[in-house]
């Protein structure tokens, strides 16, 4: 916790400034930097947000940071967020949250997109973490199976019910076991090809900082191999 903790803070002291539109990520690194963000408000300082999910929208709303509706913004000055593996090249998977969708439109729309991990996400290749892909309902043994035919082991997100996992969009998840990803814009595109996939966890050149943080509660901002 103190690493995910020290990893928020630094990044939401280098990155947020008076008057900013701040990008809210989801999970439990992102609810540090919503925490800090909303103790910064609390002392006067004047942002607006807008959140990635549904639970950080509500995290907010309870600790009085002002949110935007998407219709009013146009660019977003910075957005802070977790990720699942960060690689070398800051290729990272997302979307363990199941928030990626949210996640991906907002970190496009961010001038600059800062990832807070701690040590145990940074990766050699990314593949070890199930890659979440968010699909459509209909058809959706039909798009498993159109996965599973490009190499991987694709499973329905369930929950703990057993029912299917639906999203804040209102679609499903497939945790797609493809082992290491030697190619992962390749696969992006594969994916974003596929009819029935909304979106995938893999955010290929999007990150422009990552932040570690350290047991100990140590942070650094990482430089990129
Ligand atoms: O992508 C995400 C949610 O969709 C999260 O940012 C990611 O899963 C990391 O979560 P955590 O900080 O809890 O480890």
């Not at 309902?137 to 599973?148: D, N, S």
């Not at 696969?187 to 050149?205: D, H, N, R």
Request: proline fraction near 4%; aromatic fraction near 4%; include cysteine.
């Amino acid at each position: 916790m103190e690493a995910k903790k020290a990893a928020a803070e630094l990044a939401v002291e280098r990155s947020v400034q008076d008057g900013m539109i701040v990008g809210l990520g989801t999970g439990s690194t992102a609810y540090w930097a919503i925490q800090k963000l909303g103790e910064l408000v609390r002392q006067g300082l004047r942002i607006q947000t807008v959140a990635t999910s549904v639970a950080s929208e509500e995290l907010a709303r309870s600790l009085g940071i002002p949110q935007l509706v998407t219709a009013d913004i146009t660019e977003i000055d910075v957005t802070i967020d977790g990720a699942d593996e960060v690689d070398p090249q800051w290729n990272l998977m997302k979307g363990g949250g199941g928030a990626l969708l949210r996640e991906k439109i907002v970190a496009c729309a961010s001038r600059k997109l800062v990832i807070v991990v701690d040590e145990g996400k940074l990766v050699q290749q990314l593949g070890a973490f199930p890659l979440p892909v968010e699909i459509v309902k209909f058809g959706w043994e039909l798009t498993l199976r159109k996965l599973r035919a490009m190499g991987c082991e694709p499973a329905l997100r369930l929950a703990a019910d057993g029912q299917p996992v639906v999203t804040d969009n209102g679609n499903y998840l497939l945790h797609c076991r493809f082992g290491a990803i030697a190619q992962p814009a390749e696969l992006q595109a594969a994916l974003q090809g596929t009819p029935g996939v909304v979106e995938s966890g893999l955010f290929i050149g999007l990150a422009r900082e990552v932040i570690v943080g350290y047991t100990g509660g140590k942070a650094v901002s990482l430089v990129r191999a």
